[in-house]
């Protein structure tokens, strides 16, 4: 439930730190990233509590991250990147607090 909350908190301090004059769509649209957990409707369980994300879903893999790093060069992907990269540095932490470092 805090990990949840998370993908809404720290978005909205990001949008308030470094997007100040329209930092309500930022927070929107960095929030929005929560999008790439859809590809949890393809992992059986669907929901694992003792499961990191990390590397283990197909938009949360590093080669997806990979992707994600170069959606910040052009400005009109920007945030979206990072709002993506935000999500997995926030289920990286995740997989951290279970101490799970690998991922499966």
Not at 47 to 64: G, V
Request: include cysteine.
């Amino acid at each position: 439930m805090v990990h949840a909350l998370l993908h809404i908190l720290v978005p909205g301090v990001v949008a308030l730190l470094f997007y100040r004059p329209r930092w309500q769509r930022a927070w929107l649209i960095l929030a929005a990233a929560l999008l790439l957990d859809v590809d949890h409707l393809w992992a059986t369980p669907m929901f694992d509590p003792n499961r990191c994300s990390i590397n283990f879903h197909p938009l949360h893999t590093y080669w997806a991250m990979g992707n994600y790093v170069f959606m910040l060069f052009p400005t009109m992907t920007r945030v979206w990147a990072v709002g993506f990269l935000l999500h997995m540095v926030l289920d990286y932490a995740e997989c951290l607090q279970l101490g799970v470092l690998l991922p499966g």
